[in-house]
């Protein structure tokens, strides 16, 4: 689904807003951000300029600027909606606009060295929001040979992060922007990924979830649902047998109030985790309602 921005008013679409605060929550990895524009193509790996980015900066934080969802690590570049927006890239921007990507900026890259390949409003984003920053970007164009020499001379200077690193920090961002922060320890130190396009996730042999590369989210299965309900976060309580895949509101007894449709939840009954699946009502709704389907289940305890 195409999320239309084509008017500075698109800051405030339910979409970016909630976007911008969820950035607020992530962290760089390593101690070098490089900063670079968004493009037109979705996602942006795929767009020739990213491309072109790629080959150099591939082993460093990667940090897209890009208006009106502000900024976007390159490990969330496939999560809906950012993989999907639709926003002319003129380069002229108004100072709303640079002030909401330049104070995320600034909280995003604090203590950081941040090496930027950026021109136009993108960087203003930086001039006026950070006081520190290396800009490589010559004559306006961070595709042209100069600023891309430039890059990698910059780049040569800073420490790498290895590959197995980069996987642990991007599976774990996902889900710190699915569920929230406190579902850092979702992703364990020993987990593995398995697939071509979607992620099976696996720790221990068992499957925690897949990473659906279509929106960038992961769906749950039943151990990764374990995992959740120990951490307190989207849990459904219900107070009978689960026979069937639908969960109807007035069979739940709690639910927690963070969630929203189409949420991945944990259903439990008693202490034991005996479904997975998508909410389709609030978590205050389904406390609330008198009828009504509460939850979708995907996966159960037979």
């Known amino acids: ?88 890239t003129t380069g002229s921007w108004s100072q709303d606009e640079i002030d909401e990507s330049g104070k995320l900026i600034k909280s995003y890259c604090e203590g950081k060295t941040i090496i930027a390949n950026l021109s136009g409003g993108y960087l203003e984003c930086c001039e006026q929001h950070v006081d520190d920053f290396i ?64 992620k099976r996730i696996l720790s221990n042999g068992k499957q925690l979830a897949l990473l659906n590369k279509d929106h960038g989210l ?12 120990d951490l307190n976060i989207n849990v459904v309580n219900i107070d009978f047998n689960l026979e069937t895949n639908t969960v109807f509101a007035p069979g739940i007894e709690k639910a927690d109030h963070k969630i929203i449709p189409n949420d991945e939840v944990v259903v439990v009954r008693g202490d034991e985790v005996v479904g997975v699946g998508k909410a389709i009502m609030t978590g205050r709704e389904m406390e609330e309602c008198t009828n009504g389907i509460g939850v979708k289940i995907k996966h159960r305890l037979k």
């Open 218 to 229: 992961f769906r749950l299965n039943l151990p990764g649902g374990e995992i959740l309900k």
């Open 135 to 198: 800009n490589v970007c010559e004559d306006g164009r961070p595709t042209s040979p100069e600023s891309l020499y430039n890059l990698r001379m910059e780049l040569k200077n800073h420490q790498r992060v290895n590959r197995r690193e980069k996987t642990l920090h991007e599976l774990r961002s996902i889900a710190m922007y699915q569920f929230g922060e406190e579902a850092y320890d979702f992703i364990p130190e020993n987990v593995k990924t398995k697939g071509m396009y979607h």
């Open 1 to 88: 689904m195409k999320v239309i921005c084509s008017s500075e008013e698109s800051l405030y679409r339910p979409e970016a807003v909630r976007w911008r605060q969820r950035m607020e929550m992530m962290k760089p990895l390593g101690d070098t951000v490089v900063l670079l524009p968004c493009s037109m193509k979705k996602p942006y790996s795929n767009s020739k300029s990213h491309q072109k980015f790629r080959k150099i900066t591939r082993s460093f934080q990667e940090l897209i600027v890009t208006s009106p969802f502000g900024i976007c690590p390159r490990e969330l570049e496939n999560t809906f909606p950012i993989q999907s927006y639709d926003v002319s």
